[in-house]
C-alpha cells in the first residue's frame, strides 16, 4: 500500500510517523504532501523573511523524507493563510492520485491552527475527487478512495480517538527523525525551556496515548467517517 501523509506544515507529520514507520516495515510505501511553505513558523526568529524561512521549513522536511526513502510533495500555499479553492483542490486531487495513496493521515476535523482545519476538509474532499474521473489531472484517477484517518491535534482539545497504534518499538527512530525539524525543535525551547524541545513533545504525546491502551508508545486516530474512506477490513497495524 502507499501510506500518505497530507498536512498542513512541515513538522506536523509527527503526529502520524510512528504508525507510518510501522506502516513502512510491513513492506509499504510513504509519502509526504505538505500544502503550506512553512513561512510562519519562526515565531522565535520573527525578523527572519518569509522566503528564507520558507527554505529552511522545506530542507528540513526533505531531508526527513529522503532519510526514510519517502516522497515529498509541498504545493506552497502561503503559512497561516491557506483557503480552500479550485485550484488547490486540482493540485490536491493531482498529488494524492501521482502517489496512489491507499492510506491517508490528516489533521483532526477541529484543531488549534485553522490551516490545519482546512487542510483536512481539503482532504475531506479531495481524497474523495481522486477516484472520480470526472476530475482531470496529469495522473490517472485512482482505482478506488483511500482510507482516510485524522491524527491527534497537538494539545488533543476536542479529540476523543476509537484507534491506537502501538508505536513503542519505533518511538526512538520517530524521535531521531523530529530532530530534522531543527527550526521548530528551536521554537520549542525557546517558548517552553531547555528541556521542552521537539523530542520531548513527541514523546510526551506518545507515551500519553501508550498510557490509554497498555504501551508504552502509541498514536491515536480517528476514521474520517464519509462514503469510501471507511474500509470493511483492517488498515492500520
Given at each position: 500500500m502507499n501510506i500518505v501523509s497530507v498536512m498542513a506544515h512541515q513538522d506536523d507529520e509527527l503526529m502520524c510517523l510512528g504508525t507510518m514507520l510501522k506502516m513502512k516495515k510491513a513492506g509499504h510505501n510513504l509519502a509526504f504532501i505538505c500544502l503550506t511553505d512553512g513561512a510562519a513558523g519562526m515565531a522565535h526568529i520573527?525578523?527572519?523573511p518569509f522566503s528564507e524561512a520558507a527554505?529552511?521549513?522545506?530542507v528540513e522536511?526533505?531531508?526527513l523524507a529522503s532519510d526514510i526513502d519517502a516522497e515529498y510533495i509541498c504545493l506552497?500555499?502561503?503559512d497561516e493563510y491557506l483557503y480552500d479553492t479550485a485550484e488547490l483542490r486540482l493540485e490536491l486531487i493531482e498529488a494524492i492520485r501521482y502517489v496512489s495513496a491507499d492510506v491517508i493521515f490528516t489533521h483532526n476535523t477541529v484543531d488549534y491552527n485553522l490551516d490545519h482545519m482546512t487542510t483536512c476538509l481539503l482532504v475531506r474532499?479531495?481524497?474523495m475527487q481522486a477516484a472520480l474521473p470526472i476530475q482531470k489531472t496529469k495522473s490517472k484517477f485512482?482505482?478506488?478512495?483511500p482510507a482516510v484517518f485524522m491524527a491527534e491535534p497537538s494539545g488533543g482539545f476536542e479529540?476523543?480517538?476509537s484507534h491506537w497504534?502501538?508505536?513503542t518499538e519505533f518511538a526512538n527512530e520517530k524521535m531521531r527523525l523530529a530532530k530534522y525539524h531543527k527550526s521548530q525543535d528551536d521554537a520549542f525551547i525557546a517558548a517552553f525551556g531547555a528541556d521542552r524541545g521537539i523530542e520531548n513533545w513527541v514523546a510526551e504525546t506518545a507515551r500519553k496515548r501508550g498510557d490509554q491502551c497498555g504501551v508504552k508508545y502509541a498514536e491515536a486516530f480517528l476514521p474520517m467517517r464519509a462514503r469510501g474512506f471507511i474500509k470493511a477490513y483492517s488498515v492500520l497495524p
Amino acid at each position: 500500500m502507499n501510506i500518505v501523509s497530507v498536512m498542513a506544515h512541515q513538522d506536523d507529520e509527527l503526529m502520524c510517523l510512528g504508525t507510518m514507520l510501522k506502516m513502512k516495515k510491513a513492506g509499504h510505501n510513504l509519502a509526504f504532501i505538505c500544502l503550506t511553505d512553512g513561512a510562519a513558523g519562526m515565531a522565535h526568529i520573527p525578523e527572519m523573511p518569509f522566503s528564507e524561512a520558507a527554505k529552511i521549513r522545506a530542507v528540513e522536511m526533505k531531508n526527513l523524507a529522503s532519510d526514510i526513502d519517502a516522497e515529498y510533495i509541498c504545493l506552497n500555499r502561503p503559512d497561516e493563510y491557506l483557503y480552500d479553492t479550485a485550484e488547490l483542490r486540482l493540485e490536491l486531487i493531482e498529488a494524492i492520485r501521482y502517489v496512489s495513496a491507499d492510506v491517508i493521515f490528516t489533521h483532526n476535523t477541529v484543531d488549534y491552527n485553522l490551516d490545519h482545519m482546512t487542510t483536512c476538509l481539503l482532504v475531506r474532499q479531495c481524497a474523495m475527487q481522486a477516484a472520480l474521473p470526472i476530475q482531470k489531472t496529469k495522473s490517472k484517477f485512482l482505482d478506488s478512495s483511500p482510507a482516510v484517518f485524522m491524527a491527534e491535534p497537538s494539545g488533543g482539545f476536542e479529540f476523543e480517538p476509537s484507534h491506537w497504534v502501538d508505536i513503542t518499538e519505533f518511538a526512538n527512530e520517530k524521535m531521531r527523525l523530529a530532530k530534522y525539524h531543527k527550526s521548530q525543535d528551536d521554537a520549542f525551547i525557546a517558548a517552553f525551556g531547555a528541556d521542552r524541545g521537539i523530542e520531548n513533545w513527541v514523546a510526551e504525546t506518545a507515551r500519553k496515548r501508550g498510557d490509554q491502551c497498555g504501551v508504552k508508545y502509541a498514536e491515536a486516530f480517528l476514521p474520517m467517517r464519509a462514503r469510501g474512506f471507511i474500509k470493511a477490513y483492517s488498515v492500520l497495524p
